[in-house]
């Protein structure tokens, strides 16, 4: 990590401590076990952040959140990740709170805030639709007013952790403007109204995180609507910008890391001895390890200047693939023992193979899960044309 | 071995297999076995690369490549020959062994006439659904020997039964002091390594062909989806950065339908130059296993990331095929002699 100033490794240190001293054990040690978590796991967690006033980044310190700079956002990140607490899940906290304190009305401000920091409610983020994925200006979803009233009507797809919240954000259009982009509203509606029907999707790790959710005129108040009508393309994109940059998790990367090494220790070899000593995988783990410190400087430049578009896009790229190479590497280092597919839901979840241990199962179901960190928040190929459209310029 | 089949030959197994998975959709090994006559195929490898590559296309879960390898090593030792349609299969993987027989520390002692056997096999794919189990034991201080077990008979024998990623029914087998009679023994005692070698190299070769018709399927499944898929007013297909992986996808589907033949037809050589052989066949085919899978959920969007569509399925069955019976830095090694 690049130099940090005095009042920013004084920081780490505290959340270092928090972590090891302030946060639910049950949380680390699930996780730490590749168990997944509970619903009321990440609302334990939540708990304990928010209790420390530090549950509410990227929002600022009016509305409770944590008012930190981007670095010590970094350091916070870095800590999480590497106590293997529970990453917060980012709908509520990290993509709709920051647009909620900087463009919704008072009284939004005053009612989903607070519920969201006392994790009273979770959310969802409904933008995609199965014809709008890519190209998410072509979406049809539909809210048409009626009185003080909006119908809503539509499908909105691959929505994670809807099966565990109660609201959902959706990208509504609510007129048919020339360009496509515009004529979009930003609507807030429970999810527990007439009319919603959630349907669950199975994904191939075997996760059912996902779902597919039907409105059929789905009645909500237009003080529902964040922002102004039609605006909703605007407050998504400075919202963009933010989902991007979390997709860093430098920490955890490192960790992963780590954790392959521990591993490969375990592991037998090839003509005895264990993996850790296998010069096939060493060089594959330090090839790795290179490209994610130039990653992170290439973060910690980012953070400490301004981010531009291309930039942001550039390292939602580098970030999401070496994630990815990492999973690779995991199940590489497994061998046969990436075979078996396990439900993790138990704390003896990994009895079901006596003669392989939790490393294998988890580490395959990580790389099939992980291939969609390419795909979401804008897949690789829509971030190149994105940053092409900025070299463009260079080619005249 | 059987005499090679000519071309007219190739094309009818070929179309007889496929029409069988097409109409049967979730085919049991038996009628398997027993409709299509496969009794020859099980040790004849050209004729089983031609029903394995149909049954990767169709990527049915048929113990196919586990039959033929265990049908193979008991033709191969003179044992009483399967009936077509049981089911064996060939335990030899162990939790302290990566992928070299020579880990192997499951021990069979002599027992007055019989044997007792004792130690864990890990992942033994189809040992749920298996009659026989091939199980390779240490016999001695030197050699490795192999005993046919009945899988029936589960005194002694602890079985913990899962499912594979590719869906495939497989077990961890704990042995203690499971015994057996004399006749379980099949080869002579302690001379096995080299005959699971050969065996291993066989069932690579099949692999590589149930690759193909798996990599091809993922192939034509990507292009038939990016055909209809419609993002910006167009079908994505469209696009030349899609149209390019895509290239990329039928270039390894190349490489691999290549490598499958090279495996086949090294089957019959020197040890050696079987080994070199087969191991550069399966460095390109775990590639482009790795590499079109990849390539096939991208390309899909969300819709790859789901259970409901076959492209995911396809490709966990490519990532078991990576890994069944060595993987690619196994092999790399292999060649280079290390
Ligand atoms: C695990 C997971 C979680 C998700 N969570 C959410 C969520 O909470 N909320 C939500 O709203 N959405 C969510 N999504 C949806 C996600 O944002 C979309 O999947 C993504 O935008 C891609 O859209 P698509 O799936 O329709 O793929 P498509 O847009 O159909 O893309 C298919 C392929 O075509 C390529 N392609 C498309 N356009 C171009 C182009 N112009 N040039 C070159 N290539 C192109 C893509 O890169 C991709 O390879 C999630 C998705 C996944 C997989």
């Known amino acids: 990590m690049l130099k940090l100033a005095p009042e920013e490794t004084a920081f780490q240190n505290e959340v270092r401590a928090f ?9 680390i040690a699930k996780n730490k076990a590749g168990q997944r978590l509970t619903k009321e796991d990440h609302v334990d967690a939540q708990h304990a952040l928010n209790a420390r006033g530090w549950l509410g980044v990227g929002w600022p310190r009016a509305v409770g959140g944590t008012g930190w700079t981007p670095i010590e956002r970094y350091i916070f990140d870095q800590e999480l990740e590497f106590a293997h607490a529970a990453g917060i899940i980012p709908m509520a906290v990290i993509y709709i709170g920051p647009i909620i304190a900087a ?20 959310w969802a983020q409904g933008y995609s639709e199965p014809e709008a994925g890519s190209d998410l200006a072509s979406l049809r979803f539909s809210a048409v007013r009626d009185g003080d009233d909006y119908i809503l009507n539509g499908t909105k797809i691959w929505t994670s952790g809807a099966l565990w ?39 191939i790790d075997g996760s059912d995180e996902l779902a597919r959710i039907e409105f059929d005129n789905v009645r909500v108040p237009v003080t529902n609507r964040i922002g102004d009508e039609g605006q909703a393309w605007h407050y998504a994109n400075v919202l963009l910008k933010t989902e991007r940059l979390s997709y860093a998790h430098i920490g955890s990367k490192k960790r992963d890391l780590a954790k392959l090494l521990e591993e490969a220790a375990k592991l037998p070899a090839r003509s005895g001895g264990t993996m850790d000593r296998d010069p096939a995988f060493r060089l594959a783990h330090a090839r790795v390890e290179a490209r994610l410190a130039a990653i992170e400087a290439s973060i910690l ?40 597919m396990l439900e993790r839901d138990s704390a003896d979840w990994a009895a079901a193979t006596p003669a392989v241990g939790p490393f294998g199962p988890a580490a395959v179901q990580s790389y099939l899960f992980e291939r969609a960190q390419t795909i979401y928040g804008g897949s690789t190929e829509v971030q190149k044309n994105i940053i092409w459209r900025s070299l463009a310029g260079m080619a005249r | 071995m059987s005499a090679a089949l000519s071309e007219a030959e190739q094309a009818m197994l070929h179309d007889a297999v496929r029409a069988f998975l097409v109409k049967e959709g979730a085919p049991r090994w038996p009628d398997f076995a027993d409709r299509l006559r496969i009794g020859a195929a099980l040790v004849d490898a050209q004729q089983g690369s031609i029903i394995a590559e149909e049954i990767g296309r169709a990527r049915a879960h048929l113990p196919f490549a586990e039959v033929a390898t265990a049908a193979w090593l008991l ?17 030899w993987a162990e939790p302290g062994l990566r992928y070299d027989f020579a880990g192997i520390e499951t021990r069979a002692r002599r027992d007055g006439d019989g044997w007792r056997l004792d130690g864990t096999k890990a992942v033994v794919g189809w040992a749920p659904k298996a009659d026989i189990i091939l199980v390779a034991a240490r016999t001695g201080d030197e050699g490795v020997s192999l005993f046919q077990v009945d899988s029936a008979r589960t005194e002694g024998l602890r079985p913990s039964p899962y499912r594979t990623i590719d869906g495939h029914p497989a077990a961890d087998l704990i042995f203690e002091n499971h015994s057996l009679a004399a006749d379980a023994l099949i080869g002579p005692e302690g001379t096995a390594i080299d005959l699971l070698e050969e065996a291993r190299d066989r069932a690579l070769a099949l692999l590589a062909a149930e690759a193909v018709g798996l990599l091809d399927s993922l192939l034509e499944q990507t292009i038939a989806y990016t055909g209809q898929r419609r993002q910006f007013g167009q079908p994505i297909a469209g696009f030349q950065a899609l149209q390019h992986r895509m290239v990329d996808m039928y270039l390894e589907c190349e490489l691999a339908r290549s490598s499958a033949w090279l495996a086949v037809e090294a089957l019959g050589e020197s040890p050696a130059d079987r080994a070199r ?7 390109n085919v775990a590639r482009a296993c790795r590499s079109v899978g990849q390539q096939a959920i991208q390309l899909h969007g969300g819709m790859g990331m789901t259970d409901e569509l076959a492209i995911g399925h396809y490709v966990k069955r490519a990532m078991a095929i990576e890994v069944l019976w060595a993987d690619a830095d196994w092999h790399l090694a292999r060649i280079v002699g290390l």
């Open chain 1, 19 to 27: 972590f090891a001293h302030d946060y639910p054990a049950h949380v």
């Open chain 1, 103 to 122: 463009f919704g009305s008072e009284r939004q401000k005053a009612e989903w805030l607070p519920a969201i920091l006392e994790s009273r409610s979770f």
């Open chain 1, 165 to 203: 919240a109660d609201w959902i954000f959706c990208l509504a259009r609510t007129s048919r403007e020339e360009r496509k982009q515009q004529g979009i509203s930003l609507i807030c509606a429970p999810l527990d109204l007439p009319g919603i029907r959630v349907h669950p999707i199975r994904l």
């Open chain 1, 301 to 340: 430049r980012a953070l400490r200047g301004e981010v531009s578009m291309a930039t942001a896009a550039a390292l939602k790229i580098a970030c999401t693939e070496c994630a990815q190479t990492i999973t690779e590497l995991g199940i590489d280092l497994a061998g046969r023992h990436r075979l078996p």
């Open chain 2, 75 to 91: 033709d191969h030792c003179g044992a009483t020959a399967l009936p077509a349609d049981k089911v064996a299969t060939l335990a």
């Open chain 2, 277 to 283: 052989a087969v191991s550069c066949a399966m460095v």
